[in-house]
């Protein structure tokens, strides 16, 4: 039996024309193919970390000469005022007003969102999942300023006889006490910021529910358990890491969000009494680097809004950091 190149003929299936198949091109085409995507795979792996890695030494480089002339405390000062010869700058308003909001926001939208994926999964009939996961898909597609309106114009007198009421009964807790403010406080940016992330938690959280083995339900259907036994038994321990996932996902959005916030916050006065009521005004750090843009005339100014940015691009990186670290150890411990 003659061979070719290591290759017997007698393993050679003939084409259609009776040529034999070229099986060593085909083999190494299959490997030049995974070469290439692997290579590809690789280079934007690599570039997506040297843009993150850019946008940080450029933050870095021009925040530290701010802060260098900084005559406040950062991180502990109200004060912002970054032109004159001895500028002063903090962030401990804007600070509190960002991570309050997103706090008030992940507490309503994960839930909910939760709850509404249980439900298009789990006990919707199968003609009404379609629509409703398209209906709820579909907030995801309204623009940020939408939402800022509808806050402003529609939300707002809704919420306002809801916060006067939450003020006369829990006012005694320093959370809940009343400030005089009745427009864009901290609580109400935060509602309107969990019906904007809500599609994202929804969405993430429906898909991973849609792939709990159907072996894991019917186990414990078959074990004697109820649906919500089923439930909390099969699909949510399966789905844990999608929804932490799904919910620092959310959360970045919420810290990050600008022009609806811009819309709605209601900003303190200079000189203004410091309170750590939800009920009170404040700024994020997106909305008011979007508000004074304008003041960025000389290194200083422009590097002291620089530096709260810093902060919040550090502050979503934690975040996601410690999503990843659970999310990795969730895994290991299903393992």
């Known amino acids: 039996m003659s061979t070719v190149t290591g290759v017997s003929t007698a393993d050679q299936t003939p084409g259609p024309d009776g040529q034999q198949p070229l099986q060593g091109d085909r083999a190494s085409t299959g490997r030049f193919g995974d070469r290439i995507f692997g290579g590809a795979a690789t ?42 010869d001895k500028p002063a700058f903090g962030i401990l308003e804007f600070l509190w007003t960002t991570v309050a909001a997103s706090t008030i926001a992940m507490f309503i939208s994960v839930p909910v969102g939760v709850a509404v994926a249980l439900f298009i999964t789990q ?54 006490a009343p400030t005089g403010i009745s427009g864009g406080t901290i609580c109400f940016i935060g509602v309107v910021l969990a019906i904007m992330v809500l599609p994202i938690v ?34 949510l321990p399966f789905g844990r890491p999608g929804v932490i996932s799904a919910s620092m996902l959310a959360l970045g959005r919420a810290l990050g969000e600008t022009i609806a916030v811009t819309f709605l916050v209601s900003a303190l006065s200079d000189g203004s009494p410091w309170t750590w009521s939800l009920f009170n005004g404040g700024e994020t ?15 200083t100014k422009t590097g002291a809004y620089i530096a709260a940015g810093l902060v919040l691009f550090v502050l979503t990186f934690v975040v996601n950091s410690i999503a990843r670290v659970v999310i990795e150890r969730r895994k290991a411990f299903t393992e």
Request: charged share 10%; proline share 7%.
């Open 43 to 84: 280079v934007s792996g690599i570039v997506v970390i040297a843009i993150v890695s850019l946008i940080a030494v450029f933050l870095v480089v021009q925040a530290v000469p701010a802060l260098m002339d900084n005559s406040a405390n950062f991180f502990t000062s109200r004060v912002w005022a970054p032109g004159g």
């Open 123 to 176: 006990y919707a009939p199968a003609w009404l999942r379609r629509p409703a996961a398209t209906l709820v898909d579909l907030l995801a597609a309204v623009p940020s300023i939408v939402y800022g309106l509808w806050g402003l114009i529609a939300f707002a007198p809704v919420f306002k006889p809801v916060q006067g009421w939450i003020e006369d009964k829990l006012g005694w807790f320093p959370l809940f």
């Open 202 to 235: 929804t969405a993430l959280s429906r898909e991973v529910f849609d792939q709990t083995p159907t072996a894991h339900k019917e186990g414990a259907l078959a074990l004697g358990a109820t649906q919500w036994e089923m439930i909390r038994t099969a699909v």
């Open 285 to 299: 750090f997106a909305s008011k680097i979007a508000n004074n843009a304008a003041e960025f005339s000389n290194p």
